[in-house]
């Protein structure tokens, strides 16, 4: 039985049940294996939900790169309004990004320093590449601060995915969006 295999499913029961309520014996049963043999790959609970976070907040960080790669042609407004489209669609088809924003919201104080030291690395990425966005054109924000805004903007808005719905999502993002962008111009 591969470890991807096990990986996928483990996601899901911590999307499912949370932390707490993952019991590794519901895993390896959907799994197709016995407890045991799980053991074999993964000690501990703990130990795989480590392994996984780890991977998808690279799996994360890669996207977030590719995204602004593979925009930079477009407009910056439509660049940026368009990855808060792309980030709300991701959490809601991807179960990876799912995992990730409701354990970041969500952590359990066994794994809270690594979770957050791990989220960290995932908003430095996100950061960095905004704020180059940011500094090729002229705002009355620094870039710095047109960053800060826009992830402040993103987490706010990651906060009706996780406790609300999409359709709020969309209705806070046009008018939450309007304010930020309206906000930093000249």
Not at 76 to 98: D, G, S
Not at 103 to 124: A, M, N
Not at 131 to 154: H, M, N, Q, W
Request: proline content about 2%; glycine content about 4%.
């Amino acid at each position: 039985m591969s470890k991807e295999k096990i990986k996928k499913i483990a996601i899901k029961h911590f999307n499912q049940y949370g932390y707490e309520g993952t019991k590794m014996a519901q895993i390896a049963e959907e799994v197709g294996m016995r407890k045991q043999s799980l053991s074999y790959h993964y000690q501990t609970k703990k130990e795989l939900l480590l392994e996984v976070f780890k991977e998808v907040i690279q799996e994360e960080q890669t996207f977030v790169r590719n995204y602004f790669d593979s925009t930079q042609d477009l407009s910056l407004e439509t660049q940026l309004y368009t990855f808060l489209n792309e980030h709300k669609n991701r959490f809601l088809t991807n179960p990876n990004v799912a995992f990730l924003y409701n354990l970041s919201f969500i952590t359990p104080l066994e794994v809270r320093d690594y979770i957050l030291s791990h989220f960290r690395l995932y908003l430095g990425t996100l950061k960095e590449v905004i704020g180059d966005c940011f500094a090729k054109y002229e705002f009355r924000l620094s870039p710095e601060e047109c960053t800060i805004a826009f992830v402040t903007l993103l987490d706010g808005l990651d906060i009706q995915l996780v406790y609300e719905s999409s359709q709020t999502y969309e209705k806070v993002q046009q008018i939450a969006w309007d304010i930020f962008w309206n906000g930093i111009q000249v």
